[in-house]
């Protein structure tokens, strides 16, 4: 089982934390005691061999889980301090705190790029046009689309390459002022030249929002995260600075897993 490590930021309570989080499907039990903390403004990468469990802790961060049947999840996810799974919480109020960009882009097809960042806020009952103007010109920088889009916002976003959907769908994520950004694979279906993009808007993003991303490209773990968990089996077997668990790791199995032996 993980364990917590000190904020190098600095101290206090995690922006986020699990504590012995167990969850499974039916009598089939994935998660098997996650303890993690996540600092407020920075990138986590959770990597592992397919199989391990990271998406189905991913998803408990925001109470996505619960919504497959047949799922269950014990155990505590504390945001600012406060468990999420605790009597009389609303799951929808949760998701709006933590949102989440999924591994294959989901832009809604029938809206325009326009129309699908500003879809959150409109849902909230939100009418302002200026406001909404500056939020969609301003989430839409911050996911490095605005440029390549500016001029044709009223264009489908479906008809976007892969890239600029994903780009598209974090602009939507972080239009509602989330805390936290869950990002599931969210450049493993895209070329290089798109994932640089996504990595570029991620570095921006951290000095705004935390952000915990699940990769199976360790380089891009090394590249963009400042601390790093190694799932296997349904539990985290190592979780330190990304740069000691790349260049020093403590477990064996986490040297094994990152020099290819295994994985």
Not at 60 to 83: I, Q, S
Not at 103 to 127: E, H, I, W
Not at 142 to 154: G, I, Q
Not at 195 to 214: C, N, Y
Request: aromatic residues 8%.
């Amino acid at each position: 089982m993980g364990l917590p490590i000190s904020n190098q930021a600095g101290e206090g309570v995690p922006k986020l934390e699990t504590r012995n989080l167990k969850a499974g499907f039916g009598a089939v039990q994935v998660l098997r005691g996650v303890s993690l903390s996540f600092h407020d403004r920075s990138i986590t990468a959770l990597m592992g061999p397919s199989g391990c469990g990271k998406t189905t802790f991913i998803r408990c961060l925001n109470r996505l889980h619960e919504l497959t049947p047949g799922a269950t999840a014990e155990g505590e996810v504390m945001l600012d301090g406060k468990n999420i799974y605790a009597p009389k919480v609303n799951p929808d109020s949760i998701r709006r705190r933590i949102g989440m960009v999924f591994q294959k882009p989901n832009p809604f097809p029938t809206m325009s790029v326009y129309d699908n960042v500003a879809a959150g806020l409109k849902l909230n009952g939100v009418r302002d046009k200026k406001y909404l103007d500056e939020v969609v010109e301003r989430s839409l920088r911050l996911a490095f689309l605005w440029d390549e889009v500016k001029t044709d916002l009223k264009k489908s976003g479906a008809a976007l390459s892969g890239g600029q959907q994903q780009r598209l769908c974090i602009a939507r994520a972080i239009a509602v002022e989330p805390e936290v950004i869950l990002m599931d694979e969210p450049a493993s279906a895209l070329d290089p030249t798109a994932t640089a993009k996504i990595e570029e808007a991620m570095a921006e993003l951290v000095k705004d929002f935390t952000i915990v991303i699940v990769t199976h490209n360790m380089q891009q773990a090394a590249r963009v995260a400042d601390y790093t968990a190694f799932f296997y089996l349904g539990e985290v077997v190592e979780y330190d600075t990304t740069k000691k668990l790349f260049e020093n790791p403590s477990k064996e199995l986490t040297e094994r897993y990152i020099t290819g032996k295994f994985g």
